[in-house]
């Protein structure tokens, strides 16, 4: 399936498998320069915009009409799989293309640093929603794996999603004092990983005691970074979610912990109901998930644009973030089948 085959192309970037295509790195570029040469394939209008997101447009007979959109993003995290992310944006132009000329325009976008590494993610999409004016697309739908194993323990290869939980993402900073680690007595030191260990497992705690909440981090920097230096600053990274803000603020309470929130958001009834048409017209069972990771469909839901998200079953009892990340091909063909036909029922509208 040449869907399949560029997936792979993507995933030997950088020199796969496992490779890295983070956020602002060359490889990232890389993926978007090879999509953007089969957009041009595929006949669409090619565009990059000031946060270096691309599009890929096919004009409808009333170009005039707001847009439908679909797409999602081409960086991964370290050693990623093969399919978050780059599934939507491939999936996303076969499905375009495959649905041809509509009344209202067409466009499959890739968003740039939706993982956000190193940051707060979805870098791409909000720059592109806080620089919006008028010409906001009327639906956007966005096609995912579904990184998680419900649809694998249910036996249905596909998902409409409800809507993305609450995140909060950042950095704990902890002090101490640099010294020898060989001549400083146990008792007089100030060792900032001491710290930050206590906090990770706090953390843990905290999220274990709040219902449908998660913590992780991910991320530790030690200053000086020494094997024989006592650390004297260590950046702790921090990513909690729960289905709610309250939630996440419980979990961050308990560890005392001020960070950068993101509220759940929920999708749209218009291009969900088209999603769920779809299903119900391929005979899949109508399973519906709320999503634990986060989406650039989330950022544009949050704008205010209609918003639908579709699954694809993970296999490998759902593992994402690896390599080990799977979905079958017979899936992800019935979830082209279903996007394209959820695009040309949005995008066959008139109206608004
Ligand atoms: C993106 O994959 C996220 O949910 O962190
Ligand atoms: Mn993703
Ligand atoms: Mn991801």
Redesign the pocket.
């Known amino acids: 399936m040449r869907l399949l085959e560029r997936l792979e192309q993507l995933y030997a970037i950088g020199g796969g498998p496992g490779a890295n295509r983070l956020g602002g790195s060359p490889q990232e570029d890389e993926a978007h320069d090879l999509v953007a040469g089969w957009m041009h394939e595929a006949g669409l209008e090619v565009e990059r915009d000031e946060a270096g997101n691309l599009y890929g447009r096919l004009r409808g007979r009333k170009p005039e009409l707001p847009e439908v959109w679909t797409g999602s993003h081409l960086d991964s ?1 370290p050693a990623g799989g093969r399919f ?2 780059a599934l939507g944006v491939v999936g996303g132009l076969e499905a375009v293309e495959r649905a041809g000329q509509q009344e209202r325009t067409l466009t499959v976008v890739a968003f740039r640093d ?3 590494c190193s940051g707060p ?1 979805c870098v791409g999409s909000r720059a592109l929603c806080a620089a919006w004016s008028a010409s906001r697309p009327s639906a956007f739908v966005e096609l995912h794996v579904e ?1 998680g194993p419900r649809l694998q323990e249910a036996g249905v290869p596909l998902a409409v999603v409800t809507g993305i939980v609450a ?1 909060a993402k950042g950095e704990v900073v902890f002090e101490g004092r640099e010294g020898h680690a060989g001549t400083t007595p146990m008792a007089g030191r100030s060792d900032a990983l001491l710290a930050a260990a206590e906090f990770v497992l706090e953390l843990r705690d905290a999220a274990a005691a709040v219902e449908g909440a998660v913590a992780t981090v991910g991320r530790l920097e030690v200053e000086p970074g020494a094997s024989n230096v006592i650390p004297a600053r260590v950046r702790v990274s921090v ?1 909690a ?1 729960a289905p709610d803000l309250e939630r996440v603020d419980e979990v961050l309470a308990a560890v005392r912990a001020e960070l950068s929130r993101t509220a759940e958001v929920e999708m749209a009834p218009w291009p969900t109901e088209a999603l769920r048409e779809q299903l119900v017209g391929l005979g899949v069972p109508v399973i519906e998930l709320a999503s ?4 650039d469909a989330g950022v544009l839901a949050a704008a205010g644009v209609a918003t639908g998200m579709l699954f694809v079953r993970s296999l490998n009892g759902g593992i ?2 690896s390599p080990d990340e799977l979905s079958a091909g017979e899936d992800i063909a019935q979830a082209v089948t279903a996007l394209q036909g959820a695009l040309v029922r949005l995008a066959s509208s008139v109206d608004g």
Not at 292 to 295: D, V
Request: net charge negative.
């Open positions: 995290v978050d992310g939706e993982e956000g993610g990184q995140t990513d979610r634990g990771a986060g989406h994402s973030h």
